[in-house]
């Protein structure tokens, strides 16, 4: 399916989450909103570029986000010792002191859930945009719209930010390639995410899903 090409959803029902109505939406071309009949609530949008923008998009988040979790997030220098470390680092300091539980807090919400979101958009968006029909592409969207929530790379930034703020007084702090990497991260991630369209993915797999039933019985 072409990242441009109409969506037909002409012999679907469709149930507007804010009036309940039930519908049947007409074909929507690329770059137009499908619209409830009767309270005019936009149902679903049909964007140009509907996979091929998410998919450059997710290609550059994980760039960066093998380069945020590579490399340094900062370097503190104490009385003439350098300490460094990733974010992962960060975590693992926690478990070390004995508080495994903090350490989840921080390393769950912003390496693992990203990480696992991050790679499964490239693995649906991949697979749909090359026609690749790679196995588990549904079961992988669904466990992503379960992820979303969860990836909270932007509140681990502001806890980098406050205590950056803390640690000036104490030692000479030094950003490193991480920090920056994490950081254009979180803005890569929010505008991938912006640009996804759930429903377009969704009619993209049953398209697929379609025209290999009826290759599989031809």
Aim: proline share 5%; glycine share 6%; hydrophobic share 50%.
């Amino acid at each position: 399916m072409d990242s441009t090409e109409t969506i037909d959803q002409s012999g679907i029902l469709f149930v507007c989450h804010e009036c309940d109505a039930l519908q049947r939406v007409p074909a929507v071309e690329p770059g137009h909103d499908a619209e409830c009949v009767r309270c005019g609530l936009r149902l679903f949008r049909n964007p140009k570029g509907s996979i091929d923008k998410p998919l450059a998009l997710i290609i550059a988040s994980i760039i960066l986000f093998l380069i945020a979790n590579t490399y340094p997030i900062m370097t503190l220098t104490i009385a003439g010792v350098k300490l460094t470390g990733t974010i992962t680092d960060t975590a693992w300091v926690f478990v070390q002191q004995g508080s495994p539980e903090i350490a989840a807090i921080v390393w769950l919400p912003s390496v693992l859930f990203p990480g696992l979101t991050i790679a499964g958009l490239f693995y649906v968006l991949f697979s749909i945009r090359f026609q690749m029909n790679w196995p588990h592409t549904r079961t992988i969207l669904a466990w992503i719209t379960h992820l979303l929530p969860w990836g909270m790379m932007d509140v681990f930034l502001l806890g980098i930010l406050v205590a950056l703020v803390k640690l000036v007084a104490l030692a000479d702090v030094l950003l490193g390639t991480g920090f920056y990497a994490f950081l254009i991260l979180i803005f890569l991630y929010a505008a991938t995410i912006a640009s996804l369209e759930p429903h377009t993915l969704w009619e993209s797999l049953n398209v697929r899903a379609d025209e290999q039933g009826a290759f599989e019985n031809g």
